[in-house]
């Protein structure tokens, strides 16, 4: 049996770098937002929903940054369940 495929090996540092505390306060501040942003999107969504919003100009406000079809069918199954 052949491998040709690519292999990609990580190895972490036993100690890092010295950083400047707010350096690292902005980078984890940043980590934090993004973690963050994909349930506080379907969130903001759900609200809109609740509130009248159609699916197609939610999409449109979010810059289809989730797509029509998720975002509609992320609708629906919170309708559902209640």
Known sequence: ??????????????TLT???EATAKELADAADAYEA??????RAILDAARNGE????ITRAIRHVFT?????????????AQ
């Open 54 to 57: 159609k699916p197609a100009d």
């Open 1 to 14: 049996m052949s491998y040709s495929g690519t292999v990609t090996v990580l190895s972490e540092h036993a």
């Open 18 to 20: 010295v950083m400047d």
């Open 68 to 80: 029509y079809d998720y975002v509609a069918r992320l609708i629906r199954q919170d309708r559902a």
């Open 37 to 42: 942003a994909p349930v506080r999107l379907r």
